[in-house]
């Protein structure tokens, strides 16, 4: 009998990590841009919003954006206008889910008080 009371890294890759939580968002769309693997400009103009936390989110791209690249996020409805870095990027299906960390003190707070998911991106004016 084992008395190793370590988990497995099995185990650990089975737990949510994350330092914050995330809220599933509630059909946000925002305008991205980045550049592409040989320099040029790509934007999304209507890029789902797919889930938030208080130090990033994850939206779908029509294309790939490669991990560390800076993207710019921008949205006039949601009142969002800032950066992120790329931390992860997979496909599924012909859409991207990007996962980015927001950058230079974008933020976004958490609400105080229990929510039902989907939340709105922003409050309501």
């Not at 890294?9 to 693997?37: I, P």
């Not at 779908?60 to 009142?79: F, G, I, M, N």
Request: proline share 5%; hydrophobic share 35%; charged share 30%.
């Amino acid at each position: 009998m084992s008395t190793n009371t370590t988990p497995s890294w099995s185990a650990l890759k089975r737990k949510d990590l994350r330092r914050t939580r995330r809220y599933e968002v509630d059909n946000a769309m925002l305008r991205v841009s980045w550049l592409g693997l040989n320099g040029s400009l790509k934007v999304a103009h209507n890029a789902r919003v797919l889930n938030i936390s208080e130090q990033g989110m994850a939206f779908e791209l029509p294309e790939a954006a490669q991990l560390v690249t800076r993207v710019k996020l921008q949205s006039d409805k949601h009142r969002l206008l800032g950066e992120a870095t790329v931390r992860h990027c997979r496909r599924e299906g012909s859409k991207y889910i990007v996962g980015v960390e927001f950058t230079d003190g974008l933020r976004w707070r958490a609400p105080d008080d229990s929510v039902l998911e989907p939340i709105p991106l922003s409050d309501p004016v």
